[in-house]
């Protein structure tokens, strides 16, 4: 299976950012792609995942209520989201916390679930770092696929879906957006109709690469 699997009881489950990638088209990526070039794009790729990391592993240590053990430096880097979970958050529900359905077949991880201040349901919580806009699509369907798996697997119904982001271009900033909470209903079967296209996608690889290889090698398929 290519791109990112749990194991779950002994079976691989797609992650839910890989169904999402490999089914949504995303013609702004494959545009930037072909203006700066593949080796550009890959630089740029890889300071971007690196900074990524750092900065999850810093909201984490927030959303543990463990910033006491980050340095100055990178106390300083978090502090804006720090200061927004003092003043919304209620309580954490769970941080960096693996969600599976094994109805339909696929799990991932969120950054945190949340109950915010004057809230009875927890939200889906996602941190992002990039300088994208914040209302993608890929984005949505991902927070509505951790919400169908946070009811099934934990008995938890998210009904809203926070996105935070703190880019390397505006450390100093945060930025939240909430995604429609009338519309989540709907993402949901958005995302369940693309994972149906990957499960079948990846059952019909087998018969495509067949084909191929008894094309090349000039025989016939009866």
Same mark, same amino acid.
């Given at each position: 299976?290519?791109?990112?699997?749990?194991?779950?009881?002994?079976?691989?489950l797609?992650?839910?950012t890989?169904?999402?990638?490999?089914?949504?088209?995303?013609?702004?990526?494959?545009?930037w792609?072909?203006?700066?070039?593949?080796?550009? +794009?890959?630089?740029?790729? @890889?300071?971007?995942?690196?900074?990524?990391?750092?900065?999850? !592993?810093?909201? #984490? =240590?927030? /959303?543990?209520?463990?910033?006491?053990?980050?340095?100055?430096?990178?106390?300083?880097?978090?502090?804006?989201?720090?200061?927004?979970?003092?003043?919304?958050?209620?309580?954490?529900?769970?941080?960096?916390?693996?969600?599976v359905?094994?109805?339909?077949?696929?799990?991932?991880?969120?950054?945190?679930?949340?109950?915010?201040?004057?809230?009875?349901?927890?939200?889906?919580?996602?941190?992002?770092?990039?300088?994208? +806009?914040?209302?993608?699509? @890929?984005?949505r369907?991902?927070?509505?696929?951790?919400?169908? !798996?946070?009811? #099934? =697997?934990? /008995?938890?119904?998210?009904?809203?879906?926070?996105?935070?982001?703190?880019?390397?271009?505006?450390?100093?900033?945060?930025?939240?957006?909430?995604?429609?909470e009338?519309?989540l209903?709907?993402?949901?079967?958005?995302?369940?109709?693309?994972?149906?296209?990957?499960?079948?996608?990846?059952?019909?690889?087998?018969?495509?690469?067949?084909?191929?290889?008894?094309?090349?090698?000039?025989?016939?398929?009866?």
């Amino acid at each position: 299976m290519t791109g990112r699997s749990y194991k779950i009881d002994g079976v691989h489950l797609p992650s839910v950012t890989t169904i999402i990638s490999q089914t949504l088209p995303n013609p702004g990526i494959a545009a930037w792609k072909a203006r700066v070039g593949d080796a550009e +794009a890959k630089r740029v790729s @890889e300071e971007a995942t690196i900074w990524g990391t750092e900065i999850h !592993a810093l909201a #984490e =240590h927030v /959303g543990r209520r463990n910033a006491i053990a980050l340095t100055a430096e990178e106390a300083a880097l978090i502090a804006p989201y720090e200061l927004w979970v003092d003043e919304n958050v209620s309580v954490f529900l769970g941080v960096e916390k693996l969600l599976v359905s094994r109805q339909h077949g696929y799990a991932g991880t969120t950054d945190a679930i949340v109950i915010l201040d004057g809230d009875r349901y927890p939200a889906i919580l996602d941190f992002k770092t990039s300088k994208t +806009a914040l209302g993608q699509d @890929e984005w949505r369907l991902q927070l509505a696929a951790y919400a169908i !798996a946070a009811q #099934e =697997h934990l /008995g938890l119904v998210c009904r809203r879906r926070i996105i935070v982001r703190l880019s390397r271009s505006e450390p100093e900033k945060l930025h939240v957006h909430e995604l429609p909470e009338d519309e989540l209903e709907n993402d949901k079967e958005v995302f369940l109709s693309l994972l149906r296209v990957f499960n079948w996608t990846k059952k019909s690889e087998p018969v495509s690469n067949s084909i191929g290889r008894i094309q090349l090698n000039g025989r016939s398929a009866r």
